[in-house]
């Protein structure tokens, strides 16, 4: 199994940039993604990305904001954050799917390796 080891959260003012990394080891993947999880919600779908073509998946919320890329050679992803607002605090995880599918999941059943989280807190 893929151990993950996320970093980079903090708490920023609304409209600051932040860069959360996941570094795997310890297995094969096909895509890593990125989810969220705030008190009281479920969690929510934010990025996913290709470990071997460039493609990429964002939920709509994020779109123009955030960028998900990855480092092969160092087996990590990262998560760009951009003009980052109240609503995007959360538990940030990263997770990984050893499962080629075809195509990105944006279900978290259909990752199978995940992190322990990183707290991201944006004010207003």
């Known amino acids: 199994q893929v151990q993950l080891v996320e970093s980079g959260g903090g708490s920023v003012q609304a409209g600051s940039s932040l860069t959360l990394s996941c570094a795997a080891s310890?297995?094969?993947?096909?895509?890593m993604g990125w989810f969220r999880q705030a008190p009281g919600k479920d969690g929510e779908f934010v990025a996913a990305i290709s470990w071997s073509d460039s493609n990429t998946r964002y939920v709509d919320s994020v779109k123009g904001r955030f960028t998900i890329a990855r480092d092969n050679a160092k087996n990590t992803v990262y998560l760009q954050m951009n003009s980052l607002q109240p609503e995007d605090t959360a538990v940030y995880l990263c997770?990984?799917?050893?499962?080629?599918?075809?195509?990105?999941?944006?279900?978290?059943?259909?990752?199978?390796?995940w992190g322990q989280g990183t707290q991201v807190t944006v004010s207003s």
């Open positions: 310890g297995g094969m993947f096909y895509a």
């Open positions: 997770a990984a799917d050893n499962v080629n599918r075809g195509r990105l999941p944006d279900g978290m059943d259909d990752y199978n390796s």
